[in-house]
């Protein structure tokens, strides 16, 4: 039982006494504005990526439909 308040205490310490981050209004002034275009760079390449999956979902899901109207007019028949 010592031995896991111990650990939680030495773990919590750790955790708490880890490095400070600054949030992202501060990123220009500490790591200089090569960050910020990576940054930028970083969120342009999120969007890119969403609009592919977004597109690809779009393709899969007409694809779809046309195997549904394919069947559907081959059991009519």
């Given amino acids: 039982m010592r031995l896991n ?21 501060h990123v220009g002034e500490v790591a200089g504005h090569g ?9 342009a390449a999120a969007a890119l990526a969403a609009a592919l999956a977004a597109a690809r979902g779009k393709r899969a899901e007409q694809a779809e ?13």
Wanted: hydrophobic residues 55%.
């Fill in 65 to 77: 439909d046309d195997d549904e109207e394919t069947s559907a007019e081959g059991e009519a028949a």
């Fill in 35 to 43: 960050h910020i275009i990576g940054i930028g760079a970083l969120a």
């Fill in 5 to 25: 308040i111990f650990l939680i205490t030495k773990a919590a310490l750790i955790v708490f006494a880890s490095s400070a981050h600054a949030h992202w209004g």
